[in-house]
């Protein structure tokens, strides 16, 4: 006994008397403090936090931040903390947390840098749609309406629910869980978008050339400094809309108000040239569109210094009907012998970029449409192109002979994937043959 306890005190519990009071005997040993906790371990370190110039970036940005998450913003002041020496127990006092959730933190960051501080993934809810009832509401969603019998012209999420219980594909979905699952993907059969066939098979070749031409190259020669590029087209049927009731200018939290009800002033032709190296604008306006005015506008430019005088000024046109094939070519050099017709592809007025012009007129000048007659039209149009030319820089034209290349590769996968269909898995659904976008 005595040597098991060897080094501990031994307490004896009072003595009690016959008559019932208690009375203590001190033990014959000498008393000691009984300590059964063992060897005191020291304390875990801190992990040591050294930022790199990119990580307090961004962390600092986060701490200020108002779009970011609270818990985004909390665990990015614990790592800057870190990282200015305070102990955990510090930060966890500075910030209002748990010295564990420090702790928690300032290893994730020592271990993984900024990716440890995003949340893990988590299992969450189980599934509720199986990966096949997800596949074939996609499939269906790539479907025309009209190919399943359902008398839509497109699909929107309600009509997609309703035809997936119909189907028996899911017993119960709502629209909202329809477009979760198309957003997936960026599936979005509720829009659509015009679209036309390449029929041209010199697409590549002339589309190269007028390409060519915005870069001052042509055949694979530089262009000389008198000679020049010139981008023509024509905007018919600019109507002239007389308003019963006077438009009213904007106000206080109003905006303009033009009456919806109005009178028909007559329509005009809007032809222009554009110089695109130099930025300059040519315009006239015609009661009709055709050779002689398109000749009149090539007169107009032609007869002014540098174009008079170049070596030669290409003209680069779509295929209208004022303009169109080897006649007009042959009957501008006849006119002038230094100017030279250079036709865009079929359906590529795209590349023609007088169009980016004549849309700027459409939305500064034409709308909204309230003129009281045609000559009110041609006198704003005239107005404009000398307010435009005041201050025109050239157009920075980023469509080049390899985007061209990349583009009809892609076509040409298309082709290919077309006349070689494969049974679609998920979406794969895909227009009837290659198409650029009108």
């Given at each position: ?34 300590d ?174 007028v ?27 600019i ?18 108000r ?24 040519f315009?006239?306006?015609?009661a ?22 170049a ?13 169109r094939g080897?006649?007009?070519?042959d ?97 794969d659904?895909?227009?009837a ?6």
């Open positions: 006994m005595d040597s098991g306890m060897a080094g501990m005190s031994h307490i004896l519990p009072p003595r009690v008397s016959p008559g019932g009071s208690a009375r203590v005997t001190a033990c014959s040993r000498p008393r000691c403090k009984i059964l906790r063992g060897p005191l371990l020291p304390a875990p370190r801190a992990r040591r936090i050294v930022l790199t110039a990119a990580d307090r970036h961004r962390l600092k940005a986060l701490t200020y931040s108002h779009t970011a998450g609270y818990q985004q913003v909390i665990r990015a002041r614990i790592v800057r903390d870190a990282a200015h020496g305070y102990s955990n127990a510090k930060i966890a006092s500075r910030h209002g947390v748990h010295v564990d959730t420090v702790r928690h933190w300032r290893g994730r960051y020592a271990d993984e840098g900024l990716p440890g501080l995003a949340d893990r993934r988590r299992s969450g809810r189980p599934a509720r749609f199986t990966p096949v009832q997800v596949a074939e509401v996609k499939a269906l969603a790539c479907q025309l309406p009209a190919e399943t019998a359902v008398p839509l012209s497109r699909w929107s999420c309600p009509d997609l629910a309703a035809e997936v219980v119909d189907r028996g594909i899911a017993p119960a979905i709502s629209a909202s869980t329809i477009r979760r699952i198309l957003a997936a993907d960026t599936i979005k059969p509720w829009q659509h978008q015009s679209w036309v066939f390449i029929r041209d098979p010199d697409f590549a070749a002339k589309a190269t050339r390409l060519d031409l915005y870069a001052r190259t042509y055949q694979g020669i530089p262009l000389s400094a008198d000679e020049y590029v010139i981008s023509s087209d024509e905007k018919t049927s109507q002239a809309r007389c308003r019963c009731h006077p438009t009213l200018a904007p106000g206080v939290a109003r905006t303009m033009v009456n919806h009800e109005y009178a028909r002033g007559g329509a005009l032709a809007y032809l222009g040239a554009y110089d695109v190296h130099q930025a300059r604008v315009s006239h306006c015609s009709k569109t055709g050779i002689i005015p398109f000749m009149t506008l090539v007169e107009q430019v032609m007869t002014q210094q540098p174009y008079a005088s070596r030669r000024v290409f003209w680069v046109a779509d295929n209208g009907s004022s303009h080897q006649a007009a070519i009957h501008l050099t006849r006119r002038f012998p230094n100017a030279v017709m250079v036709h865009t592809p079929v359906h590529a007025s795209w590349l023609n970029q007088i169009e980016i012009y004549v849309s700027i007129v459409g939305r500064k000048v034409l709308t909204p449409n309230d003129f009281t007659s045609l000559d009110q039209v041609e006198d704003r149009l005239t107005a404009f192109e000398q307010r435009y030319n005041a201050t025109a820089r050239p157009f920075r034209w980023k469509f080049t002979p390899a985007d061209l290349k990349d583009l009809i590769a892609r076509i040409e996968q298309h082709e290919q994937k077309e006349q070689n269909p494969q049974q679609p898995s998920g979406c659904h895909q227009p043959a290659p198409a650029l976008a009108a």
